[in-house]
């Protein structure tokens, strides 16, 4: 039965197939790894909920509740940082000497 078919596939009939071949493959291999992507490659839970998401100050209050506890925190980070750093150059010294 193939050799019918493939005797048939000459000259500019095999042209055709092979043309017909080149272009569905990858059409096809589109299609079946295209389709159904939110079931096959989703994540759960992968976005966050809306009430864990940072909530943007839009009232000048917020913000500048806002600002304030930014403030803070970045100055808590600095004395850490500078308390840290004292340290070691105390270390640094007691080493030394």
Do not use: C
């Not at 055709?16 to 939110?38: C, D, H, R, S």
């Not at 839009?58 to 600002?67: M, P, T």
């Amino acid at each position: 039965m193939y050799r019918k078919i493939l005797a048939g596939l000459s000259g500019a009939n095999l042209e055709v197939f092979k043309f017909g071949l080149y272009i569905m493959f990858p059409i096809g291999w589109m299609y079946y790894f295209g389709k159904n992507l939110e079931s096959r490659f989703s994540v759960p839970d992968f976005w966050p909920a809306p009430e864990m998401t940072h909530k943007i100050p839009h009232e000048r209050e917020e913000l500048l509740a806002e600002l304030e506890r930014l403030k803070t925190q970045r100055l808590e980070r600095r004395a850490r940082r500078l308390e840290m750093e004292a340290r070691e150059r105390e270390k640094g010294e007691g080493a030394r000497g």
